[in-house]
Structure formats: C-alpha cells, structure tokens
C-alpha cells in the first residue's frame, strides 16, 4: 500500500502600514532557533537577488536581527502549537500587527511568514524561497529587521521596519 507523503504547510503575510507599539511577555515551551543560520540563509538570498515565482527580485540589503521581532514571532508560534491551529490570525483575533505591537516593536512596515513540518532552519528557508508570497517578503527591501520563533515544528518569520 502507498503512503501519502506529508508536505510542510505555510503561508505568508505581506503587509506595510503606518502604526505605533506597545509592550509584550511571553512564556510557554518553545524551541531555540539557530539565529546564525537563519540570518545567513536569508541575507544570501537578499544579497543575490532571487526569483520568487515569476517575479525576479533584484538584490537588497541585509536585514538584522531584532529581538522583538523574535519574541512576537516565538509567542504566535507557541500559541499555534499550544492551541493546534495554523494561520496568521489567532483564535482571539489578532495579528501580526497586533502581535509585533505588543512585543514593543514600533514599526511602519511589517511582514510574516509562518510554517509547519520543518525540522531544522536550512529546510525552513528553502520552503519559503520555493514559494512566491514567502519569498516575496524574504526579499522585500522594505524590511530592515527579522526574529523568528518555533514551537515545535510550528514556525514563525517577522519582519519590519521602524
């Protein structure tokens, strides 16, 4: 008998907005993220330039990491693993403007990736270069920070600019 082959899921949030923030604490077990990694996997493609479906992205500057960004990121990704759902909106409501505003990030431009299944940060980043609306935030010049938090194999990217 054939077994179906399970494939990571995820979708991508691509917004910019003018909007002031607020203050955010988090705990719940959650999984440490290599930050290393993730920077470097996602400035290579920043700095190459990369083709996100049938739109080429030419290069951009590298984005840093935020530890704000980080801490909206690990708390969506702890509420989705927590509450088993998967989407950008959570069960009460918000989002991730809602959430970055909380964590005290101040921004007027933010995005977010969220994704499930992936064991480790190299796989992450290959599934969302492999997908138009991801890769599109990955290379959106707008973006000057990054965090991202896991729960699980429950993913979160949040990006943003002050």
């Not at 604490?25 to 290393?36: L, Q, R």
């Not at 990736?113 to 609306?133: C, F, R, V």
């Not at 896991?150 to 990217?157: I, K, L």
Request: hydrophobic share 35%.
């Amino acid at each position: 008998m054939k077994s179906a082959m399970w494939l990571p899921v995820f979708f991508a949030l691509i917004i910019s907005c003018t909007k002031d923030g607020v203050t955010q604490s988090n705990a719940f077990e959650s999984s440490s993220v290599n930050k290393t990694v993730l920077l470097q996997l996602v400035n290579e493609a920043r700095q190459k330039g990369c083709n996100c479906g049938n739109k080429y992205y030419p290069p951009v500057t590298a984005v840093t990491w935020n530890d704000k960004l980080e801490a909206a990121a690990t708390a969506h990704s702890i509420d989705m693993s927590k509450k088993a759902y998967f989407s950008h909106t959570s069960p009460d409501g918000s989002n991730a403007a809602n959430r970055i505003q909380r964590a005290g990030y101040v921004w007027r431009a933010y995005g977010e990736n969220i994704a499930h299944g992936y064991d480790n940060e190299k796989d992450l980043i290959q599934g969302w270069l492999g997908s138009p609306t991801h890769c599109s935030n990955i290379m959106n010049s707008n973006f000057k920070e990054m965090g991202v938090g896991r729960s699980g194999n429950y993913w979160t990217q949040d990006f943003g600019s002050r």
